[in-house]
DNA sequence: AATAACTTTCATTTTATTTTGAAAGTTTAA
DNA sequence: TTAAACTTTCAAAATAAAATGAAAGTTATT
């Protein structure tokens, strides 16, 4: 005999939140911002930081980081009602935004900083003749093109829409 | 007065393999195994596992099983020399190559569960009409919407070469 | 200006990740 | 078959990263 097993509502979302978070935790946002990322987004309404922390277990203060991050990211953004002392939070629930917005800031905080030592270290002093000296000023050369080139191509598809770059790439790869 | 400072050769390599660390760790393979990669990278000759010990002042322990992630990866290959009992190793030097491993093993590796999980949770169970069902289901069609299209295009990324790929792209953005 | 309702900070603790190195394992050669 | 030359393993230690929560800070209300 058979037995289907169909997942209820809270496993789902428990399931959802858990994967939510290892995923981006690999993709360069922290567990945690990105668990509370996934509550809010399969939220229907606006949560307080209050109704967060009791969902996700985690302190107070570490609802008050992760949520302060995302809206750093520009993956949270903060709102109030009329009335209301408290601040409420809702997720970018554009999931094509949210993958722009991730590439942007990374595109930000590490492809520029790397591009910029990469320029100096291809100064580095030394003897043109001298094997190792020429390895490395290859080495560094080689990655500056292609940084250079992901970061072009990065940097353009954040601008493109989601449709727009999707039929280009199927168009591209035939 | 200037001063000009011009970076020495030894200075240049420690900043050098500093920097593919700290790159490495943020886009998914291990600070000490993007080390190692970037002390093979300048090498002009390959190196012994002593060797990398000691340049890098890490364990034997240590060396060993960074190489061999690093073989796993695909990104360094192990060479033997005629007469000779100790292995010697050798970075993959074509950082578009680099690239593209690092994509294939990371689609492998993160990509792949999630797509499964993500059907998964498309068939929880649940009233159609209750809103934070509703809200689920459709955060999750959405994410795989988008994971579908980046897999699609990093999975032809790949089989393409550099050069395609840029002059592809670079028609694409005008 | 005192209180209440919240938000933020940060020293400490907890948890997770990396590294170490001694011991065990393997391979080659005499 | 023994020994030497190497490689691999893995429990324990070190390090790094993330979370806690009490205290301090802020803002609105009476």
């Known amino acids: 005999m058979y037995r289907i097993s169909i997942m209820k509502y809270n496993e789902g979302k428990d399931k959802f939140i858990q994967a939510w978070g290892t995923l981006g935790s690999s993709w360069g946002i922290s567990r945690t911002m990105a668990q509370v990322h996934a509550l809010l987004l399969i939220s229907p309404e606006v949560l307080s930081a209050e109704e967060i922390m009791e969902d996700l277990k985690i302190s107070r203060g570490n609802a008050n980081m992760t949520i302060r991050d995302l809206i750093d990211w520009g993956l949270v953004y903060k709102e109030l009602r ?8 809702r997720a ?20 520029e900083p790397i591009l910029s ?22 080495a560094v ?6 940084v250079d080139k992901a970061d072009f191509a990065l940097e353009r598809a954040v ?16």
């Open 117 to 138: 030592l990469l320029e100096e270290l291809k100064k580095v002093e030394g003897n043109k003749t001298d094997k190792k000296h020429k390895a490395l000023v290859d």
């Open 82 to 89: 009329a009335g209301e002392r408290k601040e409420f939070f």
């Open 92 to 111: 970018e629930k554009d999931i094509w935004k949210v993958a722009k917005q991730i590439i942007k800031e990374r595109r930000k905080r590490e492809i």
């Open 159 to 174: 601008k493109l829409d989601e449709n727009a770059l999707v039929g280009a790439l199927f168009k591209l790869f035939k």
């Open 141 to 146: 050369t080689n990655i500056e093109s292609v």
